[in-house]
Nanobody, 125 residues
Framework: QVQLVESGGGLVQPGGSLRLSCAASGFTLDYYAIGWFRQAPGKEREFVAAISWSGDSIVYADSVKGRFTLSRDNVKKELYLQMNSAKPEDTAVYYC??????????????????WGQGTQVIVSS
């Protein structure tokens, strides 16, 4: 059974940092492209970042570029989203997603079959 579990969310002050993790079970993470998406209250889900299965291609949304860093540890079967210089507009539920047919990083959420339950991030003073 394929499962993705996010963790690391919480309350962070503006300008602060937070590291989100996405743990995978039931499949071999290193053969999948993985994406991070977020959804703020009253807004549609939006793309945050994605990494190819090999890790050599990473794409970011313009809104997080230069502040967020995506990385993966295929040995631990985990993916990480390092959030720096957090802004109130980063407040959202963050989801990781994977799909066995994807090898390249994709910004399109509809291309991902498996999703985690999400982890809440609140950026507030």
């Amino acid at each position: 059974q394929v499962q993705l579990v996010e963790s690391g969310g919480g309350l962070v002050q503006p300008g602060g940092s937070l590291r989100l993790s996405c743990a995978a079970s039931g499949f071999t993470l290193d053969y999948y492209a993985i994406g991070w998406f977020r959804q703020a209250p009253g807004k549609e889900r939006e793309f945050v970042a994605a990494i190819s299965w090999s890790g050599d291609s990473i794409v970011y949304a313009d809104s997080v570029k230069g502040r967020f860093t995506l990385s993966r540890d295929n040995v631990k079967k985990e993916l990480y989203l390092q959030m720096n210089s957090a802004k109130p507009e980063d407040t959202a539920v963050y989801y990781c997603a994977a799909d066995p047919s994807l090898v390249q990083a994709s910004r399109d959420g509809s291309e991902y079959e498996y999703w985690g339950q999400g982890t809440q991030v609140i950026v507030s003073s």
